[in-house]
């Protein structure tokens, strides 16, 4: 293989002396990759944020529910949010029992929220009605509510979940209702919880919406769980050295206010947080492949699998993905050496804007914008980065396309398949034919 522009996956040794055009040859394009040492790190850097010891990591599974992957987050000693019957229903699959899963509902029917209670899932409610029906489904029984802070935070407006603006939580005005309800079924607050929102890259917002929700807890003295959120972010622009989170820092201010917070609470209730991006984002590479390369009224477009039915996130959130570039040797003979321009180490200078743009008959399918890469050619693999958190989970079929396949890299480097790529006849399995 030649390495066109490979400097952020060389860094992190991400393919562990797997050759990416192998891999794409063997599995096929879109293809996700996803590694398993850098998966494990993330969660023992989550599950060791503080030393205050009634700590839990809770994996966020709407960032990746792949079977293979939960499998490896509980291994790791984390648990686990559901935001759905069918996230409940992989994670038991995946071996979390019903109290290593928290099902954070949002507007839900009775009977999603009867499955969660059948399945001895704990529920957390986030408006007053949804108090109420639970309440009418489960009395006499163990019960959460997500509060709203009154403090957002996040990368776009979409993925803002707090604050005096979104649809989320229960108004800590309403606690007299809350606590009128909880009586009326003989309910048990077991925990509250908070979600500001995703991707922040410092610590301060996330630390403030701590101190609201614990003026909320101090209105409920017997709560077994306070739970801070997710959305702790990650850098996306690699290439160019963006700075990460500090988690070292935020876990030593966040330790403090723990412990404080606890000797205030008379006990050392337990303290949770649910992050799904930080665990899931940077082990993963999606693979996809140019099948043309034009120019259009002065632009460049590069041509290739990674239409937005596969990973979405640009077109919903206008968000960045790093790309690198890898030519086998075949393709690059097939181009002619003499085209390449690579100096074939991975840190081409020769850099040029160019358009990454996918396969879906809409102008929007735009993976990147006037990207500053190195000369694309055809039959080039396309590494775009960071793509394990909200990637396949949010894929799709459309334009009638075929979701990716995932690998997983072992730590051993050993490649092995984790998800096959959906088949033609996948299509029609649940049509019926008139
Ligand atoms: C999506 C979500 C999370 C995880 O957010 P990340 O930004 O991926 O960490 C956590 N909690 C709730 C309630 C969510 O909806």
Known sequence: MQKIYTKVTDEMNFYEGNDPTALAKEYGTPLYVYNERILRTRCRELKNLVTYPNFVADFSAKANSNLAFLQIVRSEGLEVDAMSPGEIYIEKAAGFKSDEIFYICNNVSEEEMQYAVSEGVLVSVDSISQLEQYGRLAPNTRVAVRFN??????????????????????????????KEILKKYNLTLAGINQHIGSLFMTGEAFLSSIHSLFDIARQFPDLEFIDLGGGFGIPYHKETDEARLDLKSLGTELDKELYAFAEEYGRQVKFRIEPGRYISAECCVLLGQVHSVKENSGITYAGCDVGFNVLARPVMYDSYHGIEIYRSNDAAAQNGADKTHSTGDGHDNNLQPVTVVGNICESGDILAKDRMLPPVMEKDILGILD????????????????????????????????RERDTLEDLKRHMISI
Do not use: Q, W
């Open 387 to 418: 793509a394990g958190a909200y990637g396949f989970t949010m894929s799709s079929n459309y334009n009638n396309r075929l979701r990716p396949a995932e690998v997983l890299i072992r730590e051993s480097g050993e490649a092995v398949l984790i």
């Open 149 to 178: 802070p009154g403090v957002g935070a996040g990368h776009h407006d979409k993925v803002v979940t707090a604050g005096k603006k979104t649809k989320f939580g229960v108004d800590p005005s309403c606690i007299p209702l809350v």
